[in-house]
């Protein structure tokens, strides 16, 4: 499974931003699908997950600002954050859970893209 991450960029405190991360290649399904981060000096730690149901956790520092979802049809997973912070700049990185036409489950990870909020 490939993985393929956009959206991040360079954006002001208080602004909003979309992260997109596409899967691609022998999936005959997907479970869950989810956002981690990495802050420069510090280790990665996850932000939002969501499962084949739609059920949704968060990590407590972007409850009520970050929205996660999924278009199972597109094989795609969202990321909505608004009310940006410097404390959010990061590497973001996708992670999904596949399962194969061979029925092989795999976790993929995406290459990340960099959000840098400004002060």
């Known amino acids: 499974v490939q993985l393929q991450a956009s959206g991040g960029g360079l954006v002001q405190a208080g602004g909003s931003l979309r992260l997109s991360c596409v899967a691609s290649g022998s999936i005959f399904s997907i479970s869950d699908m989810g956002w981690y981060r990495q802050a420069s000096g510090k280790q990665r730690e996850l932000v939002a997950r969501i499962t084949s149901g739609g059920s949704t956790n968060y990590a407590d520092s972007v409850k009520g600002r970050f929205t996660i979802s999924r278009d199972n049809a597109k094989n795609t997973v969202y990321l909505q954050m608004n009310g940006l912070r410097p404390e959010d700049t990061a590497v973001y990185c996708c992670?999904?859970?596949?399962?194969?036409?061979?029925?092989?489950?795999?976790?993929?990870w995406g290459r990340g893209t960099q959000l840098t909020v400004s002060s």
């Open positions: 992670n999904v859970v596949a399962t194969s036409h061979a029925r092989s489950i795999t976790s993929s």
